[in-house]
């Protein structure tokens, strides 16, 4: 598998990363690097292995249904980069041209 | 004032008015401060530990004391501290400020240990050398030129030069094991489920454990033991019952140990800590244990697969870092978009976004089942062999690390040789298995090398006694 500077934008975009010149230069190289390094897993025969997917034993692990307030409001938007007294701010998703 | 080794000693001078909390809490506060230099601390709770001090010496006199009575702590900054800051050693949670405590933070405060500061750390716990955190890189106290390990290097280094007399570190490859070995100190990662995750940082959800590092194998034991058991706020906190570890770490039978031909005689492997592994084998044969040889080939598959399945887990963790709800957003930010891109970019350090890359691809549409799904099922079968030797013995003993500290800068060119760092934790990671690192030898360099013991499945007890035994023995 090769990666190129495409498939370096499109996970990019599905990361919401950006990546400008020779730092994508530079990450196109890395995850070719590590992705070669990764595929020398296609040496181990798994064609009759299931994947291990939860690692515990535990199931289902129930609790009462109970409506609990763990934190405020206030608590909730206090480590907001950009607020107001009740909602968090982004910038005006809707354009109006 | 002495350089106490366990919280047995402290508790013994306490009671013969040798000493008391307070001047403790004068004294490593003095420690921190002559060894700033190490960047262990990213914070230190000056007033609030004296205080507290004040509060546990009234409390032991009174004879109402907890169990960590005595007990200065400190934590990784990955664990949650009400009303205290938190950030992962990242930018994008520059000011955050945690509104609640972490589950293992209010067991032992309930226990009266004292939290003495929050320790830097590799930026998301990625790393093997505390080289990634934004707070810059942690030195080795016992070689200034060398790294501390990683991730948990700052909770390493406070033990390791006197700070604190322990930390709880987070261990997801390796990251309490690794920095412990490097700093001649004890380090735990319990089995996968042992402890709450409640209030922890999460980096890769299948693996991440808290852990102890300290000077002795009785404070790991102790530290395990209060924090670990169920919780109502994790469901993947086993409701196993936690026994008292601490209260008989003594071998009562000898136990059956395997070690890996691998991690003996394989490559790479620094010739010193071969034959700190060869004299251990030596002595345990010579005291009628029986350690075998054993053969576990799929040893040089355990970091790939480590690596993709991690990273993985890391981009899905990592998604709600987001520029909105808290931490850092970019001033240069135009739109809705530009938002997650730009805080995203400009937040993340180069190793965690370059694994957030790695990890969105491995589970892109059209390479999921080339790589996670495949990493899964090599998984299993790491799993189901190490299950296997377990059940043969009792337990495994290889190095925790193919080398002694090494230098800062030797290993960040290249990420790969990096992920090999992990070569020897990864194994008990990937099987949610639980493992000690403690010192078993010196290099002729002077650095530390550390002996790591692997045991079954929440049977920490059998684990801690071994662990005990060597270290008594040494």
Redesign the interface.
């Known amino acids: 598998?090769k990666?190129d500077k495409d498939?370096?934008d499109k996970?990019?975009h599905?990361?919401?990363?950006?990546?400008q010149d020779e730092q994508k230069v530079k990450?196109e190289e890395?995850?070719n690097?590590?992705?070669s390094?990764?595929?020398?897993?296609?040496?181990?025969d798994?064609s009759a292995?299931?994947?291990?997917?939860?690692?515990?034993d535990?199931v289902n692990?129930f609790?009462a249904d109970v409506v609990k307030q763990?934190?405020t409001h206030e608590?909730?938007l206090?480590?907001?980069?950009?607020k107001d007294s009740d909602y968090?701010r982004?910038?005006?998703?809707i354009d109006q041209k | 004032m002495k350089k106490y080794h366990s919280l047995a000693e402290v508790r013994s001078d306490i009671s013969e008015g040798k000493t008391t909390v307070s001047a403790l809490v004068d004294y490593y506060l003095g420690r921190i401060g002559t060894n700033a230099h190490l960047n262990a601390f990213i914070e230190v709770y000056t007033e609030e530990a004296k205080a507290r001090a004040l509060v546990i010496d009234e409390k032991i006199r009174s004879g109402n004391a907890g169990k960590l009575a005595g007990m200065v702590v400190s934590i990784k900054d990955m664990i949650c501290y009400k009303n205290h800051k938190v950030s992962a050693s990242s930018k994008i949670l520059e000011g955050f400020e945690s509104l609640f405590s972490s589950t293992v933070v209010e067991r032992m405060l309930a226990e009266d240990a004292i939290i003495i500061g929050r320790c830097n750390c590799d930026e998301f716990a990625m790393g093997a050398s505390n080289e990634t955190s934004t707070y810059g890189l942690v030195k080795n106290y016992d070689n200034n030129d060398l790294a501390s390990g990683g991730s948990s290097g700052g909770s390493a280094v406070s033990v390791q030069a006197d700070m604190c007399l322990a930390s709880l570190g987070t261990d997801t490859g390796g990251s309490v094991r690794q920095p412990a070995s490097f700093c001649g100190v004890v380090g735990l990662k319990p089995t996968y489920g042992r402890v709450s995750r409640w209030g922890i940082i999460a980096y890769a959800s299948s693996f991440d454990q808290v852990g102890p590092i300290t000077h002795s194998v009785a404070d790991a034991a102790l530290l395990l033991e209060v924090i670990a058991g169920e919780d109502g706020h994790d469901s993947t906190a086993s409701k196993e019952l936690v026994p008292h570890y601490s209260e008989s770490l003594t071998l009562n039978q000898k136990p059956r140990i395997a070690y890996l031909s691998e991690a003996v005689h394989g490559q790479g492997i620094d010739p010193e800590v071969k034959e700190m592994m060869l004299s251990q084998i030596k002595k345990l044969q010579n005291d009628g244990f029986v350690v075998e040889e054993v053969n576990f080939p799929l040893l040089k598959y355990a970091v790939p697969t480590y690596y993709v399945i991690t990273t993985a887990e890391a981009s899905s963790n990592l998604s709600r870092y987001d520029g909105v709800h808290f931490g850092y957003r970019s001033k240069n930010a135009t739109d809705l978009e530009s938002t997650y891109k730009k805080s995203r970019s400009e937040g993340f350090g180069e190793e965690v976004k370059r694994r957030i890359m790695l990890g969105t691809f491995v589970l892109s549409a059209g390479y999921y089942d080339a790589y996670y799904a495949k990493a899964q099922k090599v998984r299993r079968l790491i799993r189901d062999t190490s299950l296997e030797l377990l059940s043969n013995y009792d337990l495994l003993i290889l190095p925790t690390a193919p080398t002694t500290a090494f230098a800062h800068g030797e290993k960040t060119t290249d990420p790969v040789v990096m992920y090999l760092a992990d070569i020897f934790t990864v194994q008990a990671s990937l099987a949610g298995l639980p493992a000690i690192s403690i010192p078993a030898a010196t290099h002729s360099n002077g650095m530390s090398i550390g002996l790591q013991i692997i045991g079954k499945h929440f049977k920490e007890q059998e684990m801690l006694n071994f662990a005990n035994f060597i270290e008594q023995k040494q």
């Open positions: 598998m990666i498939l370096v996970i990019a599905l990361a919401r990363l950006e990546f990450i890395d995850l690097r590590i992705l390094f990764m595929e020398s897993l296609n040496e181990v798994t292995v299931a994947p291990l997917i939860y690692l515990s535990e692990v609790r763990e934190i608590e909730a206090r480590n907001a980069p950009k968090f982004v910038p005006k998703v």
